[in-house]
């Protein structure tokens, strides 16, 4: 991953030769209003993009387009899971807002009592924090060590090295996010994977699931990273995804709340929708409020990413060059895949980009598949009767 901004370049550099080709190797599905998919197929080949599903939105108007590969692994359709990655984040963060409209805790709660868990690198630091990356934790490489020999997370908690400084500036951290499930478990008494099921993913009718154990393989699509290109190397299910999440276990799920779920674009769209207004299939779901609160800005990303900011969950791209604007939701990147999903402030205009992998180079930290995304649906959407 192009994490640096000298990796970035190299990365980009490299990319048109050594990242797999897909061009003349695309299929094709649409449906509802009518898309320019030669310009779309331009900007597949150019991201180098391994199926994928698209759903543009606006007011009453769809479009929907399912595009498989012809190497007969990346096949999409209406039915098709897709490990959205940091997607993720925003359904834990309506979840999360849900439960404190419910009275379950409040938004300011500091952590440490929520997990019964006095440990110095947690000190000082509220679910407010961790929704908004504010929490000073930081992603290290004993997450994953003890995710994947069972650790705890207290384990990795007194690693000296977890945090830098003190609550409120800025820096992404899926540590953080991991966290929230354990405190929804913690509080609760009920698996993550039961949770978000009863009182997230049902009352949005939506398909998903933070539980990859539940889904046959071959419903879902496998990721490829494509630079460095390896094949035969795809990620449908990961190691830590393959055990199931049936019972709650507070200390040791913190590997799954921060990019884990598995669903399909017309969900994302339903997730975004209900983000949006606050609404979902069965009626209110979270408060003006708490809606206000979710979309306000708590940080912002600073020089390297000066269009960029964060709110409980929640990516926002302010550039004048794609739309007089705002557009709030989330990309992720996870195994290879970019996925993206927006909507314009304004206007409610929808746009959500799912694939099996993709490019990773990026304009500062918004990857530019998802900047071309955003290119790209305004300006079919704009041509769409009204």
């Known amino acids: 991953m192009p994490t640096t901004p000298l990796r970035n370049l190299t990365y980009r550099a490299a990319l048109p030769f050594l990242a797999p080709s897909v061009r003349g190797r695309l299929i094709h599905s649409a449906d509802g209003q009518s898309l320019d998919l030669d310009a779309y197929t331009r900007f597949l080949c150019r991201y180098h993009v391994h199926g994928a599903s698209l759903r543009l939105v606006s007011g009453k108007q769809s479009a929907s387009v399912f595009t ?5 692994m990346h096949t999409a359709d209406a039915s098709t899971f ?3 990655a940091s997607l993720t984040k925003m359904a834990t963060s309506l979840l999360t807002l849900h439960l404190v409209s419910e009275g379950a805790f409040a938004l300011d709660a500091p952590v440490s009592d929520l997990l019964r868990l006095d440990v110095p690198a947690l000190r000082g630091i509220t679910l407010r924090h961790l929704l908004s990356h504010t929490s000073a934790l930081r992603d290290i490489p004993a997450v994953d060590r003890a995710l994947l020999a069972g650790g705890t997370l207290e384990e990795v908690l007194r690693s000296p090295d977890v945090r830098v400084g003190d609550p ?6 899926n540590l953080g996010f991991g966290i929230i499930g354990c405190v929804l478990e913690k509080v609760t008494g009920t698996s993550i994977r039961s949770l978000f099921q009863d009182q997230l993913f049902s009352p949005l009718d939506m398909r998903a699931t933070l539980d990859a154990s539940t889904l046959r393989d071959d419903e879902i699509m496998p990721v490829t990273r494509i630079l460095p290109y390896h094949p035969g190397h795809d990620v449908r299910k990961t190691a830590l995804g393959k055990r199931p999440l049936d019972t709650p276990d507070p200390e040791r799920h913190f590997g ?4 884990a779920m598995y669903t399909d674009a017309v969900s994302v769209e339903k997730l975004l929708s209900c983000i949006r207004t606050g609404t979902g299939a069965s009626g209110t779901y979270l408060p003006d409020s708490l809606v206000e609160e979710m979309h306000r800005v708590h940080a912002v990303y600073g020089r390297r990413s ?3 900011s964060y709110g409980l969950g929640l990516l926002f791209v302010q550039d004048p060059r794609l739309s007089p604007h705002r557009f709030l939701g989330h990309q992720g990147l996870a195994y290879g895949c970019v996925d993206g999903a927006f909507w314009e402030e304004h206007t409610g205009r929808t746009m959500i980009f799912l694939n099996g992998g993709c490019s990773e180079g990026r304009v500062g930290m918004l990857t530019c598949s998802n900047r071309d995304l955003i290119s790209f649906a305004c300006r079919e959407m704009n041509r769409w009767p009204s």
């Open 168 to 173: 409120g500036v800025f820096s992404y951290c």
């Open 256 to 259: 799954h709340t921060a990019g």
């Open 82 to 84: 897709f490990r959205v």
């Open 306 to 308: 000066p269009t960029l």
């Open 68 to 72: 498989s590969v012809r190497d007969g």
